[in-house]
């Protein structure tokens, strides 16, 4: 089983993480940027944690056999602290690096005015530097807050087809699937959604335009669940090439729209993990 | 080298007004592999004065391998001391081709404390010494003592060093 997560904050995971996560069949992941727990409070720590995206931690992952990709944004959170607002103006030369495979997480925490000017202007960037848009929904008032979020991308002339909107449930998928737009779907140990219920929605709704991911994070998460998910899919009687088109190929299909996701490094076979370099280096 | 009309434009434009580099820099590997051949050339495009403020720049707002065309363009562009400072950036991460690019020929402007600790940090992470430029000609009594101390605490540990570094204590006198 050949693994694609697209939406997993590996700055928060260990290096144990990215071996079990090899040894599980991932070769590639994307890194949205996103809030880490405690509030920023200046620009430069959002320079610092967007280097780390597209510096260490693309070669920490490399280490175990692992292409990393990255989404860059001001995340909605965050984005209403006045503080924060100047990252808007980092972003741009972010979004013209060969690993930055989309503009994201954007969209809305608690549906602020400040929330809906940082969505819209990194819409437009989204447009303008010819990416997708990784788009969070909110995980209270979810219901009404996946409509405005359909609403203000409807507005904002993107192709539906090259954004997706993440952490769905059985409630939102629905109106999403009729948009256009790509469905995402974050599994988690507790909470947002949970292999056997992803299983019955992809019964209910098909294959196409899903995106299965862990979201694993700092929070109680798993980065192994995207293969929870394929097992329990082959379990319900979908066939490995099922399996493969939601955990490879939708992602593959979904970021390469971005003209950046070169997997040619990639290893089509067997657990890449030799467990040589990250040596913690040598010592 | 090969002809290429996205590079030969992009060659012309950073000639014509420098800043024009900061988009073609990032988006050269899209348009023409190996990239960093690219990246370089459009480096050699820069007037050369206007070479130092471009290079902190592109190094600073890098990705990794923007960082790497940058350090491996170093020795031939038109370059006194101002570059030192990135030398030191890179030789302070743990990415092992940063570390490495960083030892180049350029780094003949490491004051020597500085060039013995990036080298013994090759042996530690484990960057094969022959990355390093005039390895033999720079190398001292300093050098073998902190590198045969980091032998006796490996060795101490049931471990070895990697074997270029064995090699190296044999050459020097």
Redesign the interface.
């Known amino acids: 089983m050949r693994i694609f997560d697209p939406h997993i904050h590996m700055t928060s995971r260990t290096t144990d993480d990215y071996g079990r996560m090899a040894a599980a069949g991932v070769r590639a992941v994307v890194e949205p940027a996103f809030w880490l727990g405690q509030p920023r409070t200046n620009p430069g720590s959002f320079t610092d944690y967007f280097d780390s995206l597209?510096?260490?931690e693309?070669?920490r992952a490399a280490q175990f056999g692992i292409r990393h990709f990255a989404t860059i944004a001001l995340n909605p959170k965050e984005a209403n602290d006045p503080r924060c607002r100047p990252v808007l103006e980092l972003i741009p030369?972010y979004l013209?690096?060969?690993?930055v495979v989309a503009v994201g997480e954007i969209g809305y925490d608690a549906m602020t005015p400040e929330e809906d000017e940082a969505f819209s202007v990194q819409l437009a960037l989204a447009v303008e530097y010819e990416l997708p848009a990784l788009v969070h929904t909110p995980h209270r008032d979810k219901a009404q807050g996946v409509k405005r979020t359909l609403d203000v991308v409807r507005e904002s002339g993107i192709s539906s087809g090259r954004v997706v909107v993440d952490h769905l449930n059985e409630v939102t998928v629905g109106e999403v699937h009729d948009t256009g737009c790509w469905m995402g779907f974050s599994i988690y140990p507790d909470t947002k959604m949970s292999p056997p219920r992803m299983v019955e929605i992809l019964r209910a709704h098909g294959l196409e335009r899903v995106l299965v991911n862990s979201a694993a994070d700092w929070g109680k998460s798993d980065p192994l669940l995207t293969r929870r998910t394929g097992e329990a899919m082959l379990e319900a009687g979908f066939s490995e090439d099922d399996v493969d088109r939601v955990l490879w190929r939708n992602p593959v299909e979904f970021y390469g729209q971005s003209?950046?996701l070169d997997l040619s490094e990639t290893a089509d076979t067997g657990p890449l993990f030799e467990g040589s370099?990250i040596?913690r280096?040598?010592? | 080298m090969e002809q290429n009309a996205w590079l030969t434009d992009a060659v012309a434009r950073v000639g014509d007004s420098p800043r024009a580099i900061v988009r073609l820099f990032a988006a050269a590997g899209r348009h023409y592999r190996p990239a960093e051949e690219a990246r370089i050339r459009l480096l050699h495009a820069l007037p050369a004065e206007a070479v130092p403020y471009w290079i902190d720049d592109l190094y600073r707002h890098g990705d990794s391998n923007e960082k790497l065309a940058v350090l491996r363009a170093l020795p031939d562009l038109p370059l006194d001391v101002e570059a030192v400072p990135l030398l030191h950036d890179a030789l302070r991460t743990n990415d092992t081709r940063l570390i490495g690019a960083a030892l180049g020929p350029y780094a003949r402007h490491l004051d020597q404390h500085a060039w013995r600790h990036a080298v013994l940090k090759c042996v530690f992470v484990g960057v094969p010494l022959e990355e390093v430029d005039n390895l033999d000609q720079r190398a001292d009594r300093e050098l073998a003592v902190m590198v045969s101390a980091l032998r006796a605490e490996r060795e101490a540990a049931g471990r070895r060093l990697p074997a270029d570094a064995y090699r190296l204590l044999e050459r020097i006198p």
Do not use: I, Q
Request: charged share 30%.
């Open positions: 597209v510096g260490w693309p070669f030369r013209d690096k060969d690993s003209g950046r370099s040596l280096g040598g010592s």
